[in-house]
């Protein structure tokens, strides 16, 4: 079982910056991709960001692309979405995702991934 913790979201205004955290716990953390979604209220979940197993590869939304730059640090078993320029259509409940075994990571498919983080806000003022 994995169990995945998200954090760092907050309200800021447009053009500043965030980091969200994603801290997972079990033995298979560094032999997954991970990936970042977000949902607006009254919207689909929509695929933000997502790394490799390794780091080695990143793929991101159009939306995001520039702008936000997912990481991991698989010593710490801590995936991370840096998000500058932050814009109002931004605003959104963020989770991270991990799947169960081996997939392609540059896709936003919601259904590859398994398990989920709680969620954390980010709300962006104009």
């Known amino acids: 079982q994995v169990q995945l913790v998200d954090a760092g979201g907050g309200l800021v205004q447009a053009g500043d910056s965030l980091r969200l955290s994603c801290a997972a716990s079990?033995?298979?953390?560094?032999?997954?991709?991970m990936g970042w979604f977000r949902q607006a209220p009254g919207k689909e979940r929509e695929f933000v960001a997502a790394?490799?197993?390794?780091?080695?590869?990143?793929y991101y939304a159009d939306s995001v692309k520039g702008r936000f730059t997912i990481s991991r640090d698989n010593a710490k078993k801590t995936v991370y979405l840096q998000m500058n320029s932050l814009k109002p259509e931004d605003t959104a409940v963020y989770y991270c995702a991990a799947p169960t075994t081996q997939i392609p990571y540059n896709r936003g498919n919601p259904g590859l991934y398994a398990y989920w983080g709680q969620g954390t806000q980010v709300t962006v003022s104009s």
């Open positions: 790394i490799s197993w390794s780091g080695g590869g990143t």
């Open positions: 079990g033995r298979t953390f560094a032999t997954v991709p």
